[in-house]
């Protein structure tokens, strides 16, 4: 791929980036790779501002939770970036500094309620400036701002490198979940929806390294197709076969034995390991639980909220009936049916076989595991 749209200079990324690239962090601002455009076209969108990052985690042109994560902390840095080019003076008021902070914050952790990794995120970003401005009591200078900002970067950098890094663990710890048969994977959960790599697709690409002869099921995941348009896609530019399903085809094949394990991401994990994930993810829990296939789901711990009991108080997304009722701008459908466009569902930890992370998988139960290793890694 050919990134001549690229007029300014790259700040950095990760020495582990990945092949594909979801997106471009320069000195002017985010380049996105619209996900909505895929497989038909690969087009970047530029975001120099709070309102194009927050629109364009809104609007899905980046989606998956450890990756609106990442943007979010990067639109932070941007949106406090143009903040310090607005200012004029030596000095402002500590006030208005936490103001703008409490503002971007609110508007990013807005932009989706379900994946906890975007509020992760913020919450990690207003946290370092708050402490920051703790250190004056009522001014700040311009020169210090701007050390402000430097931090922020630095933070930034920090989450997307930190995310890669799980990836690779949470990669290494699953590799040995299937040694042979087929694996069924939903939604998209590979360097597309994470700062690099993948979680869930992570780990079926480390499988395949190990066994080519692995056959990886895709199903198509309705409405907005993420399987059919980006894991196949991805899987197609790793050079790693596949097999792409409808999503009603998936109870058969586990009937005929040719799906021997099922492994899912997560936008948010539960004290007691209830998970909330891409809608029909609960349906292949109980089709795995009735034919007695292994249900596994990977996330790093960003994904996990210690403080919700279990999946009944997670806020669950309801989207526009326009992606029910067409399929790439055509009518599929009556223009004035009713419809129920829920973006997730949460799965019960009792369906869950395990949850794989970067600090190593976890069994059942999960009321007493998810916090041991979570918390006291």
Known sequence: MKFSFLKDQIIKEPAQADLIKTWFWTEKGLYLLDQRKLPLKEKYIFCDSLSKIRNAIKEMVIRGAPAIGICAAIGFVIEFKRFLSSLKGDEILI????????????????????????SWAVSRMRKISLEFLKNFEEKISKKEILQLYEILEKEAF?????????????????????????????????????????????????????????????DETRPFLQGARLTAWELYKLKIPYILITDNTAGFLMKRQEISAIIVGADRIVKN????????????????????????????SSTFDLDTENGEKIPIEIRSSEEILTCYKSKIAPSRSKTCNLAFDVTPGNLISAIITEKGIIYPPYEINIPKIIKNF
């Open 273 to 300: 390991g209830d998970t909330a994930n891409k809608i029909g993810t609960y349906s292949l829990a109980v089709l795995a639980n009735y034919h007695n296939i292994p249900f596994f789901v990977a996330a790093p």
């Open 158 to 218: 920090k989450i997307w490198e930190e995310d890669i890094e799980a990836n690779l663990a949470i990669a290494e710890h699953g590799k040995d979940i299937l040694s042979e048969g087929g694996i069924l994977t939903h939604c998209n959960t590979g360097a597309l929806a994470t700062g690099g790599y993948g979680t869930a697709l992570g780990i079926i690409r480390k499988i395949y390294e190990k066994n080519k002869k692995i056959k990886i099921f895709v």
């Open 95 to 118: 006030d208005k500094v936490e103001k703008v902070v409490g503002k971007i914050s609110n508007l990013l952790t807005t932009a989706r309620p379900t994946a906890i990794n975007l």
